[in-house]
């Protein structure tokens, strides 16, 4: 409480990002009510701080503060709620902890976000704007060639945080304006099927348990498997993305085989068809998962 221009108030005193001191003004001295509620919240939040520390010990996946402060604020403005979609690595390791699997997850320095149509926002949410919200060092990372638009921003510093655009289209990496978010975007082949019908869930970040939208997870699963035969002289990314296709895979063929069969069979014949000259090499890595191995072998016929 302060009280040193003649009337009293109180404040809440907070990190709002790493290392960066806020606060904000919550009510007159005398104003119960409101100082009641603030303190109700600050409890909460230190609640779920100790829940989701708890869950990091048994081995949940848990991304970094800045990636928390990002999908917060996104949170905060609706995106998610208006069909933002979040996927990539920050989506699989989603997905491990919404299937209560334990599994080692790559570090990933992006958060991927798309999109299947036009954001359903009651007025544009200008992205840019949106992350500088974060009060985090954010940048537009300039567009290839320059006269294109970026798609991309970033933290300072070769490690820094990097969040990508992306939307579905024919051709990789063409640019497409997202007029709501005042933004562009790559496209990627294949992501309207990948993001039809996303599913509400939650990402565990810093010390926050975030509301967000993920792929399913057996779409996942086939688009991951194309990405990795699609990739050309990223042997490693190829390898990250067929690994975490056939983690999601194995949890799902267990519980819900029959999800993993269906979203197999719904995808386009050119996704197959990129995937099946793989199939000897995904057998041999499923080897200790029958069930895992049937799925593959009767969708991949």
């Not at 080692?104 to 976000?113: G, K, N, P």
């Not at 985090?136 to 290839?144: D, I, M, R, S, T």
């Not at 060639?145 to 990496?173: A, E, Q």
């Amino acid at each position: 409480m302060r009280s040193g221009t003649g009337f009293s108030y109180w404040y809440r005193v907070y990190y709002s990002v790493p290392r960066k001191q806020s606060e904000t003004l919550v009510c007159k001295d005398g104003d119960s009510a409101a100082l009641a509620e603030m303190r109700a919240r600050m409890d909460f939040s230190g609640w779920a701080s100790d829940q989701v520390s708890a869950l990091r010990k048994l081995g949940f996946q848990v991304a970094d503060k800045a990636v928390a402060r990002v999908l917060v604020e996104l949170h905060n403005q609706g995106a998610f709620e208006a069909g933002l979609v979040l996927v990539g690595t920050l989506g699989y390791m989603a997905w491990l902890n919404e299937l209560g699997v334990i599994a080692v997850a790559s570090r990933t320095q992006d958060i991927d976000l798309a999109r299947r149509q036009p954001l359903k926002l009651a007025s544009p949410l200008p992205f840019m704007r949106t992350m500088q919200a974060t009060e985090l060092p954010f940048f537009a990372v300039p567009g290839l060639p320059s006269n294109k638009p970026s798609t991309s921003v970033k933290l300072p510093g070769v490690d820094g945080l990097r969040i990508d655009m992306l939307v579905p289209g024919k051709t990789l990496g063409a640019i497409v304006r997202v007029p709501e978010l005042q933004w562009a975007a790559q496209s990627i082949p294949f992501y309207d099927y990948l993001l039809a019908a996303p599913e509400r869930a939650a990402m565990l970040a810093g010390a926050q348990c975030i509301p967000v939208r993920l792929p399913q997870a057996a779409r996942m699963v086939w688009h991951k498997l194309y990405s990795s035969a699609r990739r050309r002289g990223f042997p490693e990314k190829a390898a990250k993305d067929r690994s975490q296709a056939l983690t999601l895979a194995a949890a799902l063929a267990g519980d819900d085989a029959r999800a993993l069969k269906k979203a197999g069979r719904a995808a386009p014949d050119d996704m197959l068809k990129a995937i099946r000259p793989h199939v000897k090499v995904l057998l041999q890595q499923s080897g200790y998962h029958p069930e895992l191995c049937d799925v593959l072998q009767e969708v991949l016929a």
